[in-house]
Structures are given as structure tokens and as C-alpha cells.
T-cell receptor, first 115, second 113 residues
Framework: KAGVTQTPRYLIKTRGQQVTLSCSPI?????VSWYQQTPGQGLQFLFE???????NKGNFPGRFSGRQFSNSRSEMNVSTLELGDSALYLC??????????????FGSGTQLSVL | AQSVTQLGSHVSVSEGALVLLRCNYS??????LFWYVQYPNQGLQLLLK??????LVKGINGFEAEFKKSETSFHLTKPSAHMSDAAEYFC???????????FGGGTRLMVKP
């Protein structure tokens, strides 16, 4: 069974641009979550999607958005990039989520560098 | 609000020695507790989790953790370290509202030959 796939693996953007990251969950998984990992702030929750609906949202500005498609694939978008957005963005999937106790399966992440 | 504190951002042990990684949490509701491991250039992999029931939880690769409610702790241990255990370890807590994990700052484990 294929794992969680994130594309692209690396991205370099400049300030002010926008970026879209993609995540394909494990087959059959309907919940997709996104996390930002930085050396300074550590791992922080961005948002969770289930059945094409955002179920939870972390404390990030509105420049960060996401969506989920009917096949459970998810994308996240960051507009008007800032230097501080440089981070490893991790996607995680689980069967249904919503219970807090489910095991999350993480992808290898997309490393975003903002110059 | 939930929070997780991992004591020691770096821990170094000799191969064959006991591994002890400390985690304390705060939560206003009965927590679900997790330990994840991250190898270089990879995502996170679940080692073990506590939801309810037995407070001593066994995970993969010989790791185990004990939930101590009175101490609000969930320390991770392994009796004998192996070189392949060198990685970064994250303790996390969630409630029953979804997959919103709150992570600790991480502990980088180094294993000396």
C-alpha cells in the first residue's frame, strides 16, 4: 500500500509569490491534516480536512488555506509569501479522524524556501 | 489549551545503554498521548500511543512509555539503545476533537558507539 505522497519535495519561491502544495493520502483514508515544521516554532497544526470540509484550523493567518477534493487528495496554498514561511510542510492522513486517538501517517514533506 | 514539554533538546547515550526521553503535558481533558520519531529527511512515524486502559504502552522497535496522570508525564524508554535509534523524537497530545496534535519541541537522540 502506497504511503502519503507529497509533491513537490522541494520548492524555492520569492517573497510575495504564492505557492500550492499537494498531498495524496493513503488509499481509503478520508482525513488529511497539515503541519508546519520550523526550527524555531517546531511542529504546528495548520488545518484538517475531512470529506472536503475543513474540520479544524490552527492559529495561522488567512494567507494559509487549503482544500480537499472528492478523492481525498488535498492541497494547501500560501499567498503573499514571507521569509518566515520557510518551513517543512507535512501532510498526514488517517482513516476518519475526528476522534483524536487515530494514528496519523505522515508524508516526507515539502521543504519550502522563501528568498 | 494543551501543551507539551520535552526536557532536553539533545540526549546522548552509548550503544546498549538505557534510553529515557522525558515528556510532560498539560491538558484540560483526559488526553491522548503519542510519541513520534522522525529520521532525517523523512516524515514522522508513530512509535506508540496511549488512549485509555493500561498505562504502560509498548510500541515499535522496543520502545515503551508509561502514562502517569499524577505526574502529567509520558516518558519514553528503551532498555538498550541501538545506533539505528538516532533520530528526533516528538511527544504529542490531542483531545477527542480531531487530529489536531500539539507537539513538544522534540528531543534529538544521539547514540555513541
Amino acid at each position: 500500500k502506497a504511503g502519503v505522497t507529497q509533491t513537490p519535495r522541494y520548492l524555492i519561491k520569492t517573497r510575495g509569490q504564492q505557492v500550492t502544495l499537494s498531498c495524496s493520502p493513503i488509499s481509503g483514508h478520508r482525513s488529511v491534516s497539515w503541519y508546519q515544521q520550523t526550527p524555531g516554532q517546531g511542529l504546528q497544526f495548520l488545518f484538517e480536512y475531512f470529506s472536503e470540509t475543513q474540520r479544524n484550523k490552527g492559529n495561522f493567518p488567512g494567507r494559509f488555506s487549503g482544500r480537499q477534493f472528492s478523492n481525498s487528495r488535498s492541497e494547501m496554498n500560501v499567498s503573499t509569501l514571507e521569509l518566515g514561511d520557510s518551513a517543512l510542510y507535512l501532510c498526514a492522513s488517517s482513516l476518519v479522524g475526528g476522534r483524536g486517538s487515530e494514528k496519523l501517517f505522515f508524508g516526507s514533506g515539502t521543504q519550502l524556501s522563501v528568498l | 489549551a494543551q501543551s507539551v514539554t520535552q526536557l532536553g533538546s539533545h540526549v546522548s547515550v552509548s550503544e546498549g545503554a538505557l534510553v529515557l526521553l522525558r515528556c510532560n503535558y498539560s491538558s484540560s481533558v483526559p488526553p491522548y498521548l503519542f510519541w513520534y520519531v522522525q529520521y532525517p529527511n523523512q516524515g514522522l512515524q508513530l512509535l506508540l500511543k496511549y488512549t485509555t486502559g493500561a498505562t504502560l504502552v509498548k510500541g515499535i522497535n522496543g520502545f515503551e512509555a508509561e502514562f502517569k496522570k499524577s505526574e502529567t508525564s509520558f516518558h519514553l524508554t528503551k532498555p538498550s539503545a541501538h545506533m539505528s535509534d538516532a533520530a528526533e523524537y516528538f511527544c504529542a497530545v490531542s483531545d477527542n476533537a480531531g487530529n489536531m496534535l500539539t507537539f513538544g519541541g522534540g528531543t534529538r537522540l544521539m547514540v555513541k558507539p
